[in-house]
T-cell receptor, first 113, second 113 residues
């Protein structure tokens, strides 16, 4: 158990809908990263937050957004969902500073029908 | 643009054998190179990591070899066990850019008893 929790574990929805994925980082970790894992694109970095502020952005679609709250949990919002958004979404957390280890959560499996 | 290329995509090794996975990177600004292990239904977990000022790092049965001039690094799994059957991902990151991970495509390893 990495100490990172993600909910829900599975999500089935329809095209055009909006969903919210939630992540709670390890106790004490200030950085949260979101990654998408799909068969065709592999594991791709989406976005990073550090202590509530956006730190880095990757190949995140404009239909997707995220935020990190004062209690450090993070949410990834996916809207106007398309079939191609079906994937595993992972959250990872790390302690800022010299330590670069990112601890991954169990993921949320999203299926868009 | 795939910045980290990983090979092979899959490999089968007998119990007790050596598994070797190779990665090549393009961006010379990368300064941290971790390997992650992922079991089905789980999030990636850090296995071992290396920085470019070191040519080799060993932890138990796992060894990373790093060739900075060739921009290549590899994972060796010695005395492979059936419990090592998993997907392995190499990755690279830049500390100054927030340590977002750029992953290779993954290698599915099957260790036959």
């Amino acid at each position: 158990d990495s100490g990172v929790t993600q909910t829900p574990k599975h999500l089935i929805t329809a095209t055009g809908q909006r969903v919210t994925l939630r992540c709670s980082p390890r106790s004490g970790d200030l950085s949260v990263y979101w990654y998408q894992q799909s068969l065709d694109q592999g594991l791709q970095f989406l976005i990073q937050y550090y202590n509530g502020e956006e730190r880095a952005k990757g190949n995140i679609l404009e239909r997707f957004s995220a935020q990190q709250f004062p209690d450090l949990h993070s949410e990834l919002n996916l809207s106007s969902l398309e079939l191609g958004d079906s994937a595993l979404y992972f959250c990872a957390s790390s302690v800022e500073g010299a330590q670069e280890t990112q601890y991954f959560g169990p993921g949320t499996r999203l299926l868009v029908l | 643009q795939q910045q980290v290329k990983q090979s092979p995509q899959s490999l089968i090794v007998q119990k007790g054998g050596i598994s070797i996975i190779n990665c090549a990177y393009e961006n010379t600004a990368f300064d941290y190179f971790p390997w992650y292990q992922q079991f089905p239904g789980k999030g990636p977990a850090l296995l071992i990591a290396i920085r470019p000022d070191v040519s080799e790092k060993k932890e138990g049965r796992f060894t990373i070899s790093f060739n900075k001039s060739a921009k290549q690094f590899s994972l060796h799994i010695m005395d492979s066990q059936p419990g090592d059957s998993a997907t392995y991902f190499c990755a690279a990151s830049i500390k100054a850019a927030g340590n977002k991970l750029t992953f290779g495509g993954g290698t599915r390893v099957l260790v036959k008893p």
